[in-house]
């Protein structure tokens, strides 16, 4: 798959990554939603990269925030940018793996990192797992391309090792993964002594300055008395309805699988190591999957998302630079393109769907400008369609939008149910409602961004 030979393949690729382009225009406040807005807020309100649990990959995704803050851009502009750069950074790596190794299956990568298994993600694109694998693409390519390897192209290797390892606790396996499929290549010891030393390193850094939050998750994992989740991967109908929940929401990846397996039958010497430590983040991530949540999701999407790049990797990687075949050379890619296009189909649709919660909340903000009411609190019916959309993220999330606005006035929407009222009505003035009874003081806003048009009680809407 040459770049002279292929050029229609470039050409509808970069096709289809404008359209995606387009739609994070289109959709650019659909966007900023629970994670993603949540980043969004903590960033541009301090001014600098917000980092938790030492996942360093986050200032990636939080660079056109920061930038945007330094040149005093619009609130607008800097969310717009926001948007637009979860993809552009894949086709940034994709476009110069292109220019410098002439493999249109590297633009093709990327571009299916993006699309294929992704659908609710679209609308909460922010998840360091993403932009660790992204990185992790790269460095195999480094190391798949390289035979010889010099001085700069080590230093490149630890800089995406350092992002890599810290992104995700799922992508050190996918990059040990990668290393060792590189040690059964090359037969040489020091790479993969030196990989496994980063990781033993930033482990052992881990330990000393984890979250609450990621040790309650490992411990959840590995509590075999009281995480009964892994009962599942012995019961015959969990199997039986997971397959049937990843053909009705993961056809795309099922359909690559085979195609993997027939087409690269003859490769899979190179990349055995890889897929069967891969396995087990997918076992992993089956096991956290219970019944209950064998359901779309964002949460089910965001565990299932390591056993893509599994495929992928080997697919764009491993066998289409080396098949040769001529029907082979043009077929594979316009099924690929068919499962991207149904993808960007299925996303646009979603885009549109969630554009009834930012039309919820610009009602409710008029509704609360019309009653000169800053903190606005409103009464939501739990039976109401509109729950749907509303994360806990709608308190901060309604305030980049209302400071969007003409006038740049500051208000925060907070939906709630009966019963809830005597909690909100004890938060001081000063003090505004950030998330999960998280109060946080007005006078650390940045006042550039956000102005609120009074200090006063939360009170509901007329």
Request: charged share 15%; with cysteine.
């Amino acid at each position: 798959m040459k770049v002279v030979k292929n050029n229609w393949i470039v050409t509808t690729t970069l096709f289809l990554y404008a359209i995606l382009l387009c739609m994070t225009i289109i959709f650019y406040q659909e966007r900023l939603n629970i994670d993603s807005s949540y980043y969004f807020f903590k960033t541009l309100n301090r001014g600098f990269f917000y980092i938790e649990h030492q996942r360093y990959v986050l200032a990636i995704a939080e660079l056109p925030v920061v930038l945007g803050g330094w040149l005093g851009l619009s609130l607008k502009h800097i969310v717009v940018l926001y948007s637009v750069w979860h993809v552009l950074f894949f086709f940034l790596i994709g476009a110069l793996l292109l220019y410098h190794y002439k493999k249109t299956s590297y633009i093709l990568l990327m571009l299916s990192l993006q699309t294929i298994g992704i659908l609710y993600s679209f609308v909460n694109p922010i998840f360091e797992l993403y932009y660790g694998v992204a990185l992790a693409a790269w460095l195999y390519i480094i190391l798949k391309e390289n035979s010889r390897l010099h001085p700069r192209h080590y230093i490149m290797l630890a800089v995406l090792s350092f992002f890599i390892i810290s992104s995700h606790p799922f992508n050190i396996i996918l990059y040990a993964g990668i290393i060792a499929t590189d040690f059964i290549r090359r037969k040489k010891n020091v790479l993969p002594l030196t990989a496994i030393s980063l990781v033993l390193i930033f482990l052992l850094t881990k330990s000393l300055f984890i979250s609450d939050y990621e040790q309650g998750k490992i411990w959840w994992t590995f509590n075999f008395a009281q995480n009964k989740t892994y009962e599942n991967l012995f019961t015959l109908s969990y199997w039986q309805q997971h397959l049937l929940f990843l053909w009705r929401h993961y056809f795309d990846w099922l359909l690559l699988v085979p195609l993997f397996l027939v087409v690269g039958f003859r490769y899979l010497s190179s990349i055995v190591f890889l897929i069967t430590v891969s396995l087990f983040v997918l076992v992993v991530g089956f096991a956290h999957l219970s019944f209950t949540m064998l359901a779309p999701s964002g949460y089910a999407e965001q565990v299932f998302f390591i056993s893509i790049p599994v495929v992928l990797f080997c697919l764009f990687i491993e066998i289409l630079p080396l098949v040769k075949n001529y029907w082979l050379v043009r077929s594979i890619p316009l099924v690929i393109f068919f499962l991207v296009g149904m993808r960007l189909y299925k996303q646009y649709n979603l885009g549109k769907d969630y554009s009834q919660r930012v039309v919820w909340i610009q009602q409710q903000t008029m509704r609360a400008m019309e009653n000169n009411n800053c903190k606005a609190l409103i009464l939501v019916p739990e039976n109401a369609n509109i729950s749907h959309y509303l994360g806990w993220d709608i308190p901060f999330t309604s305030m980049v939008y209302s400071s969007m606005q003409k006038g740049k006035r500051t208000f925060s929407i907070v939906p709630m149910h009966v019963g809830d009222s005597n909690f909100f009505y004890n938060i001081a003035e000063s003090t505004y409602y950030f998330r999960l009874e998280e109060i946080m003081p007005m006078a650390e806003l940045d006042n550039h961004y956000f102005d609120f048009c009074a200090q006063e009680k939360y009170r509901f809407v007329r």
